[in-house]
């Protein structure tokens, strides 16, 4: 099977974590409706992007992974027969959490999770004092439709991250992502450069591996952050084939054509003429 349909659930979340997982629950339903058989959604999506503060009190949000969202999304998987590619607050023991995503298959099968790797701290992204890097490394998982890799919002201006995955049999890469606008940018140039930087890095993942990549990110106003959606997805020579608007929650359902790899991996043959035994450096902080 070459040709699969994702999904792209883009939403804005509120302060209730039911509220959250309902609405996310039925922008899967809506995909599967549309023929999706593999369903991404945002970063954290359970709850408002907590991580603008330091507070302790959020710790609260956390869960288990396999767990309670787990088991309600593996029921929905096996019901809609779609995989589900959930970010979670994971609880691994006291006083050690993650950011995480869990991927059930279309049978409700929990597949396993992948932990974050690159974490940020800056202004209203304090996720540092939240998350424990990741230390699974990078994954792929085998579902019913595609062999898929997973990797999470700040993992994306990483090159190395998106090339390793790809390098482990990926035939998709997949970004739940939580990013967004300062609502006290003086600058509209400035929000328009981050945003096209943000989708460039991503789309230049697809073309320097020859995958598809499937961005999903959050809308709406939350605290100091306008989130600015702006979910797609990109074939492998980096063309967009879907792009969501700014400032709405949208459901889309893109078919893709994983075929299209072959193609692409042979006509632009990027990994036949890597030079492995000149890349040792890149192992270094800095090249001083």
């Not at 809506?30 to 991404?40: F, L, P, Y």
């Not at 994983?258 to 890149?282: C, F, G, V």
Request: hydrophobic letters at 40%; one cysteine or more.
């Amino acid at each position: 099977m070459k040709k699969i349909k994702v999904g792209l659930v883009q939403m804005s979340c509120t302060a209730d974590v039911a509220e959250n997982i309902d609405k996310a629950i039925e922008g899967i339903k809506k995909a599967a409706g549309s023929g999706a058989n593999i369903v991404c959604l945002q970063e954290l999506f359970t709850s408002l992007y907590f991580c603008d503060v330091e507070d302790h009190s959020n710790f609260n949000l956390a869960e288990a992974i396999p767990g309670p969202t787990t088991m309600k999304l593996s029921e929905i998987a096996r019901d809609l027969n779609v995989v589900i590619i959930a970010s979670l607050f994971e609880k691994r023991a006291a006083g050690l959490y993650h950011n995480t995503t869990a991927v059930i298959d279309a049978d409700g099968t929990y597949l396993g999770k992948y932990r974050k790797m690159h974490i940020p701290d800056d202004p209203g992204y304090y996720e540092k004092f939240y998350f424990t890097p990741g230390d699974l490394g990078y994954k792929v998982f085998d579902t019913k439709f595609a062999k898929i890799g997973v990797l999470i919002c700040w993992d994306q201006w990483y090159p190395e991250a998106s090339r390793i995955t790809a390098l482990m049999g990926a035939e998709v890469l997949f970004y739940p992502t939580a990013i967004g606008w300062d609502v006290n940018e003086p600058q509209n140039e400035a929000n328009i450069e981050q945003y096209n930087a943000w989708q460039t890095i991503q789309r230049s993942h697809a073309v320097a591996n020859g995958v598809h990549v499937v961005s999903v990110n959050r809308v709406g106003r939350e605290a100091e952050q306008q989130f600015w959606g702006g979910s797609f997805v990109a074939n492998p020579f980096g063309s967009l084939l879907y792009l969501a608007s700014h400032d709405k929650e949208e459901v889309h359902v893109q078919e893709i054509d994983l075929a299209l790899t072959e193609k692409y991996r042979t006509t632009w043959p990027y990994l036949r003429d890597r030079r492995i035994d000149s890349y040792e450096p890149i192992l270094k902080r800095y090249i001083d």
